[in-house]
């Protein structure tokens, strides 16, 4: 008969089986109450080749891959709940956007926004904001590919917030001709596991907030992505084909919006309407056309304007040849293309 366990037979010892844990996390101190929201989550060395490189040198990877949830996990106040994807290499291929042989794709997707908590969770100010840094060391390898460093970090919105990850994926690619055993470093030891490497990556994490102005010291030169503005960025589009007249009443995610006559019977556009998560200054919207579609110019710049309306640049209303992406900021209480 299988014994029960117990905790007088078992488990005395302060979990001595974590590999079962399925909730293991790695969470950062608490944010403090000033401008200090920026915290480092990770940096690590990229390497193609590490030949002609002793052991010591050799703590570098060719590819790292992180995915993982993010939420506070502390605060009642903070429910927010997302997946932030890191996916960096380098190889002897260049970038076509960036130009360079290091390859980055960073994205934070949300699962759950509490919007109950607005004005302070939306999507113009989330919970948090991923960014990393990409170093050009100035150094090159055996086959003449540069070396970088890439430094991400993680921004909060401020008192008392924490930033908890949750890994789900997780695995690296040692460089090229690395050691098949490495006793020094434990992100590309043979004898270490991957909860092990994970800690050690994460490791920044243990420190003190810092403000943003400190963590652009010495960043001019750097490539720089967040997850804000991917590399390969998202829109979340919204068709509209004149079913309810000449407003548009944007959804809540929208960023792009293709517009396209219905039936190939042209229409017009008057007005935009924001939804409570776009009504702020300075949000863009981008606008595909698909032709036959008359954009009013109904708005003048600086003066009282209806809400939605637009000041075009030829300042008069405007039918733009199919294919057209038209950028809008919103201004106050209507829109003025870029």
Not at 167 to 177: E, Q
Not at 192 to 216: C, G, V
Request: aromatic content about 12%; hydrophobic content about 35%.
């Amino acid at each position: 008969m299988a014994e029960l366990l117990t905790t007088a037979n078992h488990n005395d010892h302060w979990n001595p089986h974590p590999q079962y844990d399925s909730f293991y996390r790695v969470e950062s101190g608490i944010a403090p109450n000033n401008d200090a929201v920026w915290l480092k989550i990770l940096e690590q060395t990229l390497r193609y080749d590490v030949s002609g490189t002793d052991e010591s040198q050799q703590g570098c990877l060719r590819r790292l891959e992180l995915d993982s949830y993010v939420f506070d996990g502390k605060a009642e106040s903070q429910q927010d709940l997302s997946i932030l994807h890191l996916f960096a290499y380098v190889s002897r291929t260049k970038d076509t956007v960036t130009n360079n042989n290091v390859h980055i794709n960073l994205g934070l997707n949300p699962i759950f926004n509490d919007y109950t908590r607005w004005p302070k969770n939306n999507l113009y100010v989330p919970s948090n904001i991923f960014k990393i840094y990409v170093h050009d060391t100035g150094e090159k390898d055996v086959q003449g590919v540069p070396v970088y460093k890439i430094s991400l970090y993680g921004r909060v919105q401020g008192n008392a917030a924490v930033i908890s990850l949750q890994p789900f994926n997780f695995r690296t690619l040692k460089s090229h001709n690395a050691a098949t055993r490495n006793y020094t470093d434990p992100m590309t030891s043979d004898f270490t596991t991957p909860r092990e490497k994970f800690n050690a990556l994460l490791k920044p994490m243990s420190s003190d907030f810092i403000t943003q102005a400190e963590m652009e010291i010495n960043r001019d030169n750097d490539l720089m992505r967040d997850t804000s503005h991917p590399i390969y960025p998202t829109a979340y589009e919204q068709v509209y084909k004149n079913e309810t007249g000449s407003t548009v009443a944007l959804m809540p995610q929208t960023t792009l919006l293709t517009v396209s006559p219905k039936d190939d019977i042209g229409w017009t556009l008057s007005l935009i309407k924001p939804s409570e998560w776009q009504n702020y200054q300075g949000f863009k919207l981008q606008i595909l056309t698909f032709g036959k579609v008359t954009f009013k110019n109904i708005a003048n710049f600086g003066y009282a304007n209806s809400d939605g309306a637009m000041v075009l640049k030829n300042k008069s209303d405007t039918i733009f040849p199919a294919g057209t992406i038209i950028n809008l900021v919103h201004y106050n209480n209507y829109w003025i293309q870029e």
